[in-house]
T-cell receptor
Framework: EAGVTQFPSHSVIEKGQTVTLRCDPI?????LYWYRRVMGKEIKFLLH????????ESGMPNNRFLAERTGGTYSTLKVQPAELEDSGVYFC???????????FGSGTQLSVL | AQTVTQSQPEMSVQEAETVTLSCTYD???????LFWYKQPPSRQMILVIR??????QNATENRFSVNFQKAAKSFSLKISDSQLGDTAMYFC?????????????FGKGTLLTVNP
C-alpha cells in the first residue's frame, strides 16, 4: 500500500511568487490534514478535509493560503503571493476515520527568499 | 488553549542504552489522547505510541514505553535498548477532540541521536 505522497519535496521561490503544494493521501482515506512547521517552532494544524469538504480551516494563517481537494482525492495548498514567513515544512496526513491512526507524508520544505 | 512542552531540544544516547524524553502538556479537558511521533532523517513522521488519558495503564510498544502522570500532566517516552535506527526527531502531541486525532497540538520536538 502506497503511503501519503507529497510533491515537491523541496521548493525555493522568491517573495511574491506563487507556489502550489500537492498531497496524495492513502487510497480510501477520507480524512486529509495539512500541518506546517516553521523553523524552531511547533508543528501547527492548518486544516482538515473530509472527502472534498473543508471540515476545519481554523489554522490557515491568512487568505494568501488556499487549499482544495478536488473530488475528494488529492489535495493542493496554494500560497499566493508567498512571503518570507511562509518558509517551513508543510506536512500532509491522512486517515480512514477520524479516530484512526494518522499517516504522514514526508513533507514539502518551502523556502521563500 | 492546549500547549505541549518538550524541554530537551537535543539528546544523545549510546547504542543499547536507555533514554527518556520528557514532555509536559496543559489542557482543561478530561478526555484526551497523547502521542509520541518519530521523524527520522527521511522526514516521514511515524506514530510511535498513543495513550488514552482515561487509561491509567502506561502504553507500551516493544522497546518504547511511556510514563503517564495525569495529575502532573507529564508524558515521558522511554526507549530501551536504543538502536541506531532510533535516531530521529521525536514530537510529543496531544488532542482533545473526543478521540478524533485530527487537530493535534505538538511540542517543538527533541532531536535524539543514538551513537554507536
Amino acid at each position: 500500500e502506497a503511503g501519503v505522497t507529497q510533491f515537491p519535496s523541496h521548493s525555493v521561490i522568491e517573495k511574491g511568487q506563487t507556489v502550489t503544494l500537492r498531497c496524495d493521501p492513502i487510497s480510501g482515506h477520507d480524512n486529509l490534514y495539512w500541518y506546517r512547521r516553521v523553523m524552531g517552532k511547533e508543528i501547527k494544524f492548518l486544516l482538515h478535509f473530509v472527502k472534498e469538504s473543508k471540515q476545519d480551516e481554523s489554522g490557515m494563517p491568512n487568505n494568501r493560503f488556499l487549499a482544495e481537494r478536488t473530488g475528494g482525492t488529492y489535495s493542493t495548498l496554494k500560497v499566493q503571493p508567498a512571503e518570507l514567513e511562509d518558509s517551513g515544512v508543510y506536512f500532509c496526513a491522512s486517515s480512514r476515520q477520524d479516530n484512526e491512526k494518522l499517516f504522514f507524508g514526508s513533507g514539502t520544505q518551502l523556502s521563500v527568499l | 488553549a492546549q500547549t505541549v512542552t518538550q524541554s530537551q531540544p537535543e539528546m544523545s544516547v549510546q547504542e543499547a542504552e536507555t533514554v527518556t524524553l520528557s514532555c509536559t502538556y496543559d489542557t482543561s479537558e478530561n478526555n484526551y489522547y497523547l502521542f509520541w511521533y518519530k521523524q527520522p532523517p527521511s522526514r516521514q513522521m511515524i506514530l510511535v505510541i498513543r495513550q488514552e488519558a482515561y487509561k491509567q495503564q502506561n502504553a507500551t510498544e516493544n522497546r518504547f514505553s511511556v510514563n503517564f502522570q495525569k495529575a502532573a500532566k507529564s508524558f515521558s517516552l522511554k526507549i530501551s535498548d536504543s538502536q541506531l535506527g532510533d535516531t530521529a526527531m521525536y514530537f510529543c502531541a496531544t488532542e482533545n477532540s473526543g478521540g478524533s486525532n485530527y487537530k493535534l497540538t505538538f511540542g517543538k520536538g527533541t532531536l535524539l541521536t543514538v551513537n554507536p
